[in-house]
């Protein structure tokens, strides 16, 4: 079974940094993308960012732009949010999520979530 696991968030300072990574464990899987959504308590899951495994290419919600850099290894088969210039407002639980399209279907997978607090 494929699962999605996470890990690098912690407690940082306003203005600092964290680098989160995500990678699947189990059996061998291929996702077309990847990416990373977050959720703080009493509001909904937002879109992060996210990175199409082929070629690279990358989206990020206004929120983040210029602050936070998504990228891939593909050897390692491991996705990384670089986080910087943190805002109290980023706090939050990071969740990293992969899509794989089989024909006209796409199949959403889902990890369990690191936790990023920013203190003020």
């Known amino acids: 079974q494929v699962q999605l696991v996470e890990s690098g968030g912690g407690l940082v300072q306003a203005g600092g940094s964290l680098r989160l990574q995500c990678a699947p464990s189990?059996?061998?899987?291929?996702?077309?993308?990847m990416g990373w959504f977050r959720q703080a308590p009493g509001k909904e899951r937002e879109f992060v960012a996210r990175?199409?495994?082929?070629?690279?290419?990358?989206s990020y919600a206004d929120s983040v732009k210029g602050r936070f850099t998504i990228s891939r290894d593909k050897a390692k088969n491991t996705v990384y949010l670089q986080m910087n210039s943190l805002k109290p407002e980023d706090t939050a639980l990071y969740y990293c999520?992969?899509?794989?399209?089989?024909?006209?279907?796409?199949?959403?997978?889902w990890g369990q979530g690191t936790q990023v607090t920013v203190s003020s």
């Open positions: 189990g059996r061998t899987f291929n996702s077309d993308t």
């Open positions: 999520e992969a899509q794989k399209y089989i024909s006209r279907t796409r199949y959403d997978y």
């Open positions: 990175i199409t495994w082929s070629d690279g290419s990358e």
